[in-house]
C-alpha cells in the first residue's frame, strides 16, 4: 500500500483544532521586522482568509491598525510598485476616459457595493504626489470602515484614479504600476472626473463616494462640485474638521478650567493651510458659533500660517482656499518665522497640518508652555515622519501640561514618574461613523450638519474613566461602540435635512435606531477559520 496522501485525505494538521490558529497569525506577524514585512504579511492574510484577518484585526486594532494606516501605509504606498502581489482594488487610468463606465462595471458587486473610497494618489498623506502607488490608501480606508464601523467587506470598494504622475523617480522606475505621463491640466481632468461620477452613480446606484488625498486644489474644487450633485465627501477636508472640532471641543474644556478662563476665548494658530488646515479652521468655527459667537468673531479667533508665513488678506496672488481666514487686522512687514507668529498671535492653541517634521521647536512649545496653564497642541501631520512635534519632546518641553493630539499614532511616555497618554486626532475616528450613517439612512448628500453632529457625538463619547486620564478622544477599542452613536447622530442630521431616504427610521426611537444600527454592523464569522485547503 503507497504511504502517500490520496487527494481527498485531510491535510489540516491533527492538532490544528486545539490551538487558536489567531495566536499564530499574531506570533508569524511579530516575527516580522520592518513595518513594510508585517504589511506584506497581513495582506498575504487578507488574501488567504478574510474572515481570520479581520478576527485578527479586531482583536488586536492597537497594533494592526498602525500597520494597515498611518504610518505603515505610508512605506506601503510609496513601495507598492515593488511589494505589489495581486489586483486588490480598482484602477481607472486616464486613457480609459470615454468609457470609464465599462471599466467600473469590471468589478464584480456594482449594486451590492455600498462605500468606496478614492484617491488620486496627488498627495498621500503627507508624501507628495505617489501616483498609482497610492491605492493602499483607499484599501487601509476601507479597513477602518470594516474594523471601525462594521461595513461588510464585499460592499467596499477601493478606488485609485491613475491619471500619471509628475513625481519624476516613477516615471523612471522600471517596475511603477501606473500610466508613464505626467498629470493632466484642469481642463482635461475635470472632464475626466465629470465622467466618472456620473459613471459611479450609474455602475453603483447606492454608493457613497470619500474623495481621499486628492492635492488640495482638487480637494476643493471637486467637492464643490459634485457634493449637491451626488453622495459624496472629502475625508481631508471634512472628515479630518469634524475629528479635530471633536478633540477640541474636551481640549478646549480642559484648558480653560485648568486656567480658569472662559471657553470661549481660545484663539486658535493653523501651521499649514492646505485642504487638511483650512478645512478643519472652517470646521472649528462651529465651535465658536455654537458657543454664541458670530460668524465674523469666530473668524476673527483663527489664524492661519502657510509656507510664506501669516496669511494676510493684502498678499499678492493669495489663493482663492485662503483667502477666507486671511487677516485684515496686521499691516506690519510679513511675519514669517513661527515664533514671533506665535509672539504676536497669542494662541491658546497651536495645529500642524503642514506635513514639515519637528516643526514645533524646543522654543516655540516653551513659548506656549509659558503662556498657557494647558497648551493645546495637536500636530496632525502624517505620517510620524512628517509629525510637527514628538509627543515625548512635547511632554518634557511643557512639564507635562500640553494637551496633545497628533494625527499618527505615540506611545505612552512616562515623565517624572507619571505616565502620559496621547491622544490621535485622526479623521479614522469619524469616517467609518459617517459612512455608516449616510449608508444606513441612505442620505443623497452627506450635509454639514452631517458632519457637524458626528463630531459632537464623538467628543461626547469620553467615559468617566478616559475623561479622568485626561484624554481628548476616546480609546481606539472602543471605535464600534463609537461609530454606533455616531452612525445614529448622522441619521438624525440627515433627517433634519431632509436628504435621507430610510423612512422607516423616522419613526425609530434613538435607543430602538441605536440597536438596529449595532445589530446591522458586519462581523466575521466567530468560528476558527481553517487555512484554505
Ligand atoms: N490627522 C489627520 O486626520 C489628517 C492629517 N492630514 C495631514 O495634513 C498634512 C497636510 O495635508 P494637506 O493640507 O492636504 O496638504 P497641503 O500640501 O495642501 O498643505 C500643506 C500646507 O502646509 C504649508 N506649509 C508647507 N511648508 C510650510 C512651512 N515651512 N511653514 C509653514 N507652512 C508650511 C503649505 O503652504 C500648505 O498650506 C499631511 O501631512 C496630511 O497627512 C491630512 C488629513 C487628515
Ligand atoms: C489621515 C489622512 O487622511 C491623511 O493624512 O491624509
Ligand atoms: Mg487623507
Given at each position: 500500500m503507497s504511504l502517500s496522501l490520496s487527494?481527498?485525505?485531510?491535510?489540516?494538521?491533527?492538532f490544528f483544532l486545539n490551538t487558536d490558529h489567531r495566536q499564530r497569525c499574531l506570533a508569524q506577524l511579530r516575527s516580522k521586522h520592518t513595518g513594510l514585512e508585517k504589511y506584506i504579511y497581513l495582506n498575504g492574510l487578507k488574501e488567504r482568509d478574510p474572515n481570520l484577518f479581520y478576527e485578527v484585526l479586531l482583536g488586536n486594532m492597537l497594533e494592526i491598525i498602525p500597520i494597515l494606516y498611518t504610518p505603515t501605509v505610508g512605506d506601503a504606498c510609496s513601495n507598492y510598485s515593488h511589494i505589489w502581489r495581486r489586483p486588490e482594488g480598482l484602477y481607472v487610468t486616464i486613457e480609459n476616459k470615454g468609457h470609464i463606465n465599462q471599466v467600473l462595471r469590471t468589478w464584480a458587486s456594482g449594486q451590492a457595493s455600498r462605500i468606496a473610497v478614492v484617491t488620486d494618489g496627488s498627495r498621500i498623506l503627507g508624501l507628495g504626489d505617489l501616483g498609482a502607488n497610492g491605492l493602499p490608501i483607499s484599501i487601509g480606508k476601507l479597513d477602518l470602515y470594516i474594523a471601525g464601523a462594521g461595513i461588510k467587506p464585499t460592499t467596499t470598494v477601493p478606488i485609485c484614479l491613475d491619471l500619471g504622475t509628475n513625481t519624476q523617480r516613477y516615471l523612471e522606475d522600471p517596475l511603477y504600476l501606473g500610466v508613464r505621463r505626467k498629470r493632466p491640466d484642469a481642463a482635461e481632468m475635470d472632464e475626466f472626473m465629470k465622467e466618472f461620477m456620473e459613471a459611479m452613480k450609474d455602475v453603483f446606484p447606492q454608493l457613497l463616494v470619500q474623495f481621499e488625498d486628492f492635492s488640495t486644489d482638487n480637494a476643493f474644487k471637486y467637492l464643490d462640485m459634485f457634493r449637491s450633485q451626488y453622495r459624496v465627501f472629502n475625508d481631508d477636508i471634512q472628515g479630518t474638521g469634524s475629528v479635530v472640532l471633536s478633540g477640541f471641543f474636551n481640549a478646549a474644556r480642559l484648558a480653560s478650567s485648568a486656567a480658569g478662563t472662559p471657553i470661549s476665548e481660545h484663539r486658535v494658530l493653523f501651521f499649514g493651510a492646505g485642504s487638511a488646515g483650512i478645512g478643519v479652521a472652517k470646521q472649528l468655527m462651529s465651535f465658536f458659533t455654537l458657543l454664541g459667537l458670530s460668524e465674523d468673531e469666530a473668524k476673527k479667533r483663527i489664524y492661519t500660517v502657510d509656507s510664506k508665513g501669516l496669511i494676510t488678506a493684502d498678499r499678492p496672488g493669495l489663493q482663492e482656499h485662503k483667502k477666507y481666514f486671511a487677516r485684515t487686522d496686521y499691516d506690519g512687514s510679513a511675519l514669517t518665522k513661527l515664533i514671533d507668529i506665535i509672539e504676536h498671535v497669542k494662541p491658546t492653541a497651536l495645529l500642524g497640518l503642514s506635513t514639515i517634521p519637528n516643526a514645533f521647536t524646543e522654543d516655540v512649545v516653551k513659548l506656549l508652555a509659558k503662556t498657557n496653564v494647558r497648551p493645546i497642541i495637536f500636530p496632525l501631520s502624517n505620517p510620524v515622519s512628517l509629525c510637527e512635534l514628538d509627543y515625548s519632546d512635547a511632554i518634557r518641553w511643557t512639564n507635562g501640561s500640553v494637551i496633545f493630539a497628533s494625527g499618527s499614532p505615540y506611545k505612552p511616555v512616562e515623565f517624572e514618574g507619571k505616565i502620559y497618554e496621547p491622544g490621535q486626532g485622526n479623521n479614522m475616528y469619524i469616517f467609518p461613523g459617517i459612512g455608516l450613517g449616510s449608508i444606513l439612512s441612505k442620505a443623497r448628500h452627506v450635509t454639514d450638519a452631517m458632519v457637524e453632529q458626528a463630531a459632537i457625538s464623538l467628543a461626547s463619547s469620553l467615559t468617566n474613566e478616559e475623561k479622568d486620564c485626561d484624554l481628548v478622544y476616546p480609546r481606539l477599542t472602543r471605535i464600534r461602540d463609537i461609530s454606533a452613536h455616531i452612525a445614529l447622530a448622522v441619521i438624525r442630521a440627515a433627517q433634519k435635512d431632509n436628504v435621507?431616504?430610510?423612512?422607516?427610521?423616522?419613526?425609530?426611537s434613538d435607543d430602538a435606531l441605536l440597536e438596529y444600527i449595532k445589530a446591522k454592523q458586519w462581523q466575521p464569522t466567530n468560528i476558527q477559520s481553517f487555512p484554505r485547503l
Open positions: 487527494a481527498s485525505a485531510p491535510r489540516i494538521p491533527p435621507d431616504e430610510n423612512a422607516l427610521f423616522r419613526g425609530l
